[in-house]
């Protein structure tokens, strides 16, 4: 029961970890992708969360792709080092 468990995290994480690669930035969920917040009845803010930018950022996304970046960069050392195919 418990390696199904370990096995799922695992699996739940990849699954996490591609789609902040492939989708780094999500609507803003405290303006509702509005950009503002509507404070009161006539005050309307800009949203202190995405500062009217609509999109956040998603945490870890950055993490991600320096990662995915370093990842690359060795690919493409070692094929320069080691050329193959030519
Ligand atoms: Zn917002």
């Given at each position: 029961m418990n390696a199904?468990?370990?096995?799922?995290?695992?699996?739940a994480l990849a699954v996490w970890l591609g789609f902040l690669y492939l989708a780094p930035f999500g609507r803003?969920?405290?303006?509702?992708?509005?950009?503002?917040?509507?404070?009161?009845?006539?005050?309307v803010k800009v949203c202190p969360r995405c500062k009217?930018?609509?999109r956040i950022q998603r945490r870890g996304s950055r993490t991600v792709h320096r990662l995915a970046y370093r990842i690359r960069?060795?690919?493409?050392?070692?094929?320069?080092i080691?050329?193959?195919g030519q």
């Open positions: 199904h468990l370990i096995l799922f995290v695992i699996v803003c969920g405290k303006c509702k992708g509005t950009g503002h917040i509507s404070s009161g009845r006539r005050q009217g930018r609509r960069g060795r690919a493409a050392n070692r094929r320069q080691h050329p193959e």
